[in-house]
């Protein structure tokens, strides 16, 4: 009866390990991404997120003011 407890505890451990390591690798690949992408951004329009942040928000204010 040890030994069937044991062995269950081991299999449950190792499916537990295996979750968390797809886990972490979805995590990082997402992560490798979203990298990326920013990376990306910044090539393409040359400049800096917080940069990019406030050339947004004047182009959204831009928008709002314009009348369609």
Request: hydrophobic share 45%; no cysteine; aromatic share 4%.
């Amino acid at each position: 009866m040890k030994s069937v407890k044991r062995y269950v505890a081991t299999m449950a451990r190792q499916q537990v390990v295996a979750a968390e390591d797809q886990l972490r690798k979805k995590l990082m690949r997402a992560a490798l991404q979203m990298l990326r992408q920013r990376q990306q951004v910044q090539a393409v329009a040359g400049v800096t997120l917080p940069n990019l942040k406030s050339l947004l928000t004047k182009q959204a204010r831009h928008w709002r003011r314009e009348k369609f």
